[in-house]
C-alpha cells in the first residue's frame, strides 16, 4: 500500500496569493509551502487563502507552518491568512488541537485558476529539519491546552535537531582532516 501524498497547487493574482491543498498536508509539504509563501511576501502579497476542500489530513507540522504563515504575514504588516472551504476531516482536526478559531474561514467556490504545482522534494534535510522544528515550536507557543500539548514534543525535537547538526559537522570536519 502506498502513503497518500499531498500535493501543493499555487496561484497569485496581484496581491493574493491562493494556495490548495490537495490529499493530505505534511511535514513534506511544510518547508515547500514556507519557502513559496517566503517569495510571496518579498514580492508583496497581502492575502494568503489556503484552500483545504480536498484536504483530508494536517500534521502537527503542517499545521505550525499555517500558524507560522499567519504570524510572520501579521509581523510584516501584509496581511491575513485565510482558510478557505475546509474539509469536515481538517474541520475537525483543527477544532480538536484547539487552533480553529485562531483562523478566519470562509465557504467559497473552488477558484479556477492556472494551479501550478510546487515540488515536495526533500533535498535539504538541514532545512526540513528546521522547518520541523520552528512548526512545533510555534504550536508550543499558543498557551492553553493547545500550547502545552506541543510544549515537550517542540523541546525534543529541537534537541534531535541539534544534535544531529552537530553530528553532521564533526563529520564533515572529520573529513576535511582526512583530505590531503
Known sequence: ????????????????????????GRMYE?????????????????LFRIDLRHCTYLDSTFLGTLLHLKRSSKRLGCGDVILVSPSAECRRLLD????????????????????????????????????????HEELAGLGGAAGEQFRAVARCLARDCSAESQATADARDAAKRTTP
Open 1 to 24: 500500500m502506498t502513503t497518500p501524498r499531498g500535493i501543493l497547487r499555487v496561484h497569485q493574482q496581484g496581491e493574493q496569493a491562493d494556495v490548495q491543498v490537495v490529499g493530505w
Open 30 to 46: 511544510s518547508l515547500p509551502l514556507r519557502r513559496y509563501a517566503a517569495e510571496c511576501l518579498a514580492r508583496g502579497v497581502t
Open 96 to 135: 480538536q488541537i484547539g487552533v480553529l478559531h485562531f483562523f478566519v474561514t470562509e465557504t467559497s467556490d473552488e477558484v479556477a485558476a492556472a494551479w501550478q504545482e510546487l515540488a515536495c522534494t526533500r533535498d535539504d534535510p538541514a532545512a526540513f529539519n528546521r522547518s520541523v522544528v520552528e512548526a
